[in-house]
């Protein structure tokens, strides 16, 4: 599902017009990339957590030459599903 599919299922399931829609999924996925960005973690009980969490640099190689590379660190975001993500993804 893209998020054109989810605009239109959302709006079909609450009767929300397409546009209402569109501007809670923008405003939902901008405040939580100002969040993770700064540091924080936004959670929703039941869905999940959403953070960052640091990389540290490492020793690599590359893989046509062989040579030994040094990957930097990196601030990266995670996602951690919640107990009921999981269960219903789970469920058979």
């Given amino acids: ?3 054109t599919e ?3 299922a959302i709006a079909e399931q609450t009767g929300l017009t397409k546009a209402d ?3 809670v999924l923008n405003a939902f ?3 939580t990339v100002e969040t993770v960005a700064a540091g924080g973690e936004f ?3 039941g869905f999940g957590s959403f953070k960052s969490a640091v990389r540290k640099a490492r020793e690599g ?3 046509s030459t062989g040579e ?4 930097p660190a990196a601030t990266l975001p995670k996602f951690v ?4 993500f999981k269960d219903a993804v789970n469920a058979k």
């Fill in 1 to 3: 599902m893209n998020k």
């Fill in 6 to 8: 989810m605009i239109d």
């Fill in 21 to 23: 829609v569109a501007k």
């Fill in 29 to 31: 996925v901008e405040k």
């Fill in 43 to 45: 959670t929703i009980i």
């Fill in 61 to 63: 190689r590359n893989p």
């Fill in 68 to 71: 030994t590379i040094q990957i």
């Fill in 81 to 84: 599903p919640g107990k009921q």
